[in-house]
Nanobody
């Protein structure tokens, strides 16, 4: 079984930065595409960013383009989300997701088999 564990969330003022990390652990499972999603109170979970297994293909939600950067270190089985110029509307629980069969990143929750427990990001104005 595979486990995804997020870290790096916290509280920051608008304009600040945070870096989220998601570490994958487990045996017998290969993770291909990985992604970050977020869910604000009272709202549905939404796609933030995705990355292919090689790291060569990345996609972003329009709301975070130019501010967020996704990357991964396959040697460390870790995916990162660098968040700059944070806004109050970025406040949400951020979830890491991994797919065992999709190679390229897809902006749909149904494409991902494994999910982390989430980490809270709070941006104050």
């Amino acid at each position: 079984q595979l486990q995804l564990v997020e870290s790096g969330g916290g509280s920051v003022q608008a304009g600040g930065s945070l870096r989220l990390a998601c570490a994958a652990s487990g045996r017998g499972v290969s993770i291909y595409a990985m992604g970050w999603f977020r869910q604000a109170p009272g709202k549905e979970r939404e796609f933030v960013a995705g990355i292919s297994r090689s790291g060569g293909s990345k996609i972003y939600a329009d709301s975070v383009k130019g501010r967020f950067t996704i990357s991964r270190d396959n040697a460390e089985n870790t995916v990162y989300l660098q968040m700059n110029s944070l806004k109050p509307e970025d406040t949400a629980v951020y979830y890491c997701a991994g797919s065992s069969n999709v190679v390229v990143p897809i902006a749909s929750t149904s494409s991902y088999d494994y999910w982390g427990q989430g980490t809270q990001v709070t941006v104050s104005s």
